[in-house]
């Protein structure tokens, strides 16, 4: 009984001393795994602070890119307010050609904002004249412009291909006539009789003798030369606009 008793009492305690070590070693494994939760909650916060982090970049760049759109619109509109804008003062010195027909001898253009200026004096080698037209070409040369026929810096060909290189949204000129000439050119511009904004006779606002002319014209009588009317028109469309 004894014997047996003391065997039974040593089997407990080496179950017991069994049970602490396996105690021991579920107690350290649990150490181990709450450190690892640890770990893994701080990676959570980290991340979290990251994706904040990254939020606020992103709200950021949003902001930029709404302020870089805001301004990309305002330049777009003020390219766009240019464009509108403009406008430039035409004026043309006509002879006769058959039937009629009207036809540019010389002829001027100014900028109403920027004083940017073209002129051409254009030669008719081919173009057609008969007796009324060539009498009254003649008389205007003599009495008026000065120019011959055949006298110019350009073929009168060339017209269509100058006029519609110009890249004004509005063209002023003077007399309806002259307006008529162009709209068989440019009919997508918008061609204004300046006559109709109340501008008077050429002789009237022809009195400045400090506008420029032409080389051609600077030894006959400037006033009569498109380059210094140009100049004249643009003067009084400025005082009076
Ligand atoms: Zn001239």
Redesign the pocket.
């Given at each position: 009984m004894n014997v047996f008793g003391s065997s039974q009492y040593s089997e407990t305690n080496k179950f017991i001393s069994n049970l602490e070590q396996s105690i021991k070693s579920f107690s350290s494994k649990l150490d181990k795994l709450q450190n690892l939760l640890e770990e893994n909650h701080k990676s959570v916060q980290i991340q979290e602070e990251q994706i904040e982090a990254i939020q606020f970049t992103c709200v950021q760049i949003a902001e930029h890119m709404t302020r870089g759109e805001i301004s990309l619109q305002s330049i777009k509109e003020s390219i766009e307010g240019q464009a509108i804008m403009s406008s430039a003062i035409l004026d043309m010195?006509c002879v006769l050609g058959v039937n009629n027909k009207y036809m540019i001898k010389?002829m001027?253009i100014v900028d109403t904002e920027t004083w940017a200026t073209q002129?051409w004096?254009f030669k008719h080698s081919k173009s057609m004249e008969d007796n009324k037209s060539r009498k009254t070409n003649k008389w205007l040369e003599r009495n008026y412009?000065q120019?011959p026929i055949e006298y110019g810096d350009i073929e009168y060909e060339e017209l269509g291909k100058i006029l519609n290189s110009l890249k004004f949204t509005r063209i002023y000129i003077k007399g309806e006539q002259k307006k008529q000439v162009l709209m068989e050119y440019i009919p997508h511009v918008a061609l204004i009789n300046i006559e109709d904004l109340g501008c008077p006779r050429l002789d009237q606002i022809c009195d400045d003798e400090t506008l420029p002319?032409?080389?051609?014209?600077?030894k006959?009588n400037?006033k009569?030369?498109?380059?210094?009317k140009v100049f004249a028109i643009r003067k009084w469309f400025v005082n009076n606009s």
């Amino acid at each position: 009984m004894n014997v047996f008793g003391s065997s039974q009492y040593s089997e407990t305690n080496k179950f017991i001393s069994n049970l602490e070590q396996s105690i021991k070693s579920f107690s350290s494994k649990l150490d181990k795994l709450q450190n690892l939760l640890e770990e893994n909650h701080k990676s959570v916060q980290i991340q979290e602070e990251q994706i904040e982090a990254i939020q606020f970049t992103c709200v950021q760049i949003a902001e930029h890119m709404t302020r870089g759109e805001i301004s990309l619109q305002s330049i777009k509109e003020s390219i766009e307010g240019q464009a509108i804008m403009s406008s430039a003062i035409l004026d043309m010195q006509c002879v006769l050609g058959v039937n009629n027909k009207y036809m540019i001898k010389e002829m001027s253009i100014v900028d109403t904002e920027t004083w940017a200026t073209q002129h051409w004096i254009f030669k008719h080698s081919k173009s057609m004249e008969d007796n009324k037209s060539r009498k009254t070409n003649k008389w205007l040369e003599r009495n008026y412009h000065q120019l011959p026929i055949e006298y110019g810096d350009i073929e009168y060909e060339e017209l269509g291909k100058i006029l519609n290189s110009l890249k004004f949204t509005r063209i002023y000129i003077k007399g309806e006539q002259k307006k008529q000439v162009l709209m068989e050119y440019i009919p997508h511009v918008a061609l204004i009789n300046i006559e109709d904004l109340g501008c008077p006779r050429l002789d009237q606002i022809c009195d400045d003798e400090t506008l420029p002319c032409c080389i051609f014209h600077m030894k006959y009588n400037p006033k009569q030369c498109k380059f210094y009317k140009v100049f004249a028109i643009r003067k009084w469309f400025v005082n009076n606009s």
